[in-house]
């Protein structure tokens, strides 16, 4: 079956733009979760989604936000960017709870 | 706080030689561990987990884990490293919170391998 499926692969964005990545789920997968990679930081949570509902935020502003739809496919938006929001954002997805997520090839965002 | 800690950042093996990645945990409850590996560029694939049961588990690739509470440990081992192996790797504790779940993440080893 098909995996976890980000869009787009590399976006480059100009400082004070927003952005919405996306994230298909595996097929029957109600569970959506958003991570950032950074050199520095390394992998932090963002937040959960699981049927349209965050159930879970990470300790990041207010500027990541983030929404779920019906089919379980999931949205993160970044508004007013700034050059430390570059990264790769890796979405993943769960059936059951630990089960083990399956995470997408991420979205490798560049701020300049 | 949980936490993970992955004492190595870079390890070099030559290919064919066995392989440990050190892995420590601190989480008050039963931990649910995860061990993920990176190549350049690509998402993180999961070599396997552990929830409870057998300390001892086997995972894809043929890596295995073990899981040691007295020690908080999760080292992941592998008898006999590949050139493909060379990558980076994730331990991760599982957290159970009351509104939803989450990962957290140690910072990672690279996995060099020279032949």
């Known amino acids: 079956k098909a995996g976890v499926t980000q869009t787009p692969r590399y976006l480059i964005k100009t400082r004070g733009q927003q952005v919405t990545l996306s994230c298909s789920p595996i097929?029957?997968?109600?569970?959506v979760s958003w991570y950032q990679q950074t050199p520095g930081q390394g992998l932090q949570f963002l937040f959960e989604?699981?049927?349209?509902?965050?159930?879970n935020k990470g300790n990041f502003p207010g500027r990541f936000s983030g929404r779920q739809f019906s089919n379980s496919r999931s949205e993160m938006n970044v508004s007013t960017l700034e050059l430390g929001d570059s990264a790769l954002y890796l979405c993943?997805?769960?059936?059951?709870?630990?089960?083990?997520?399956?995470f997408g090839s991420g979205t490798r965002l560049t701020v300049v | 706080a949980q936490s993970v800690t992955q004492p190595d950042i870079h390890i070099t093996v030559s290919e064919g030689a066995s392989l440990e990645l050190r892995c420590n945990y601190s989480y008050g409850a039963t931990p649910y561990l995860f061990w993920y590996v990176q190549s350049p560029g690509q998402g993180l694939q999961l070599l396997l987990k552990?929830?409870?049961?057998?300390?001892l588990v086997q995972g894809i690739k043929g890596f295995e884990a073990e899981f040691k509470r007295s020690q908080s440990s999760f080292n992941l081992r592998k008898p006999s490293v590949h050139w493909s192996d060379a990558a980076e790797y994730f331990c991760a504790v599982g957290l159970l919170e009351e509104y939803g779940n989450k990962l957290v993440f140690g910072a990672g080893t690279i996995l060099r391998v020279k032949s």
């Open positions: 552990y929830f409870s049961g057998d300390t």
């Open positions: 993943a997805s769960s059936n059951r709870k630990f089960n083990g997520y399956t």
């Open positions: 989604y699981f049927s349209e509902t965050q159930r």
């Open positions: 097929s029957g997968h109600r569970s």
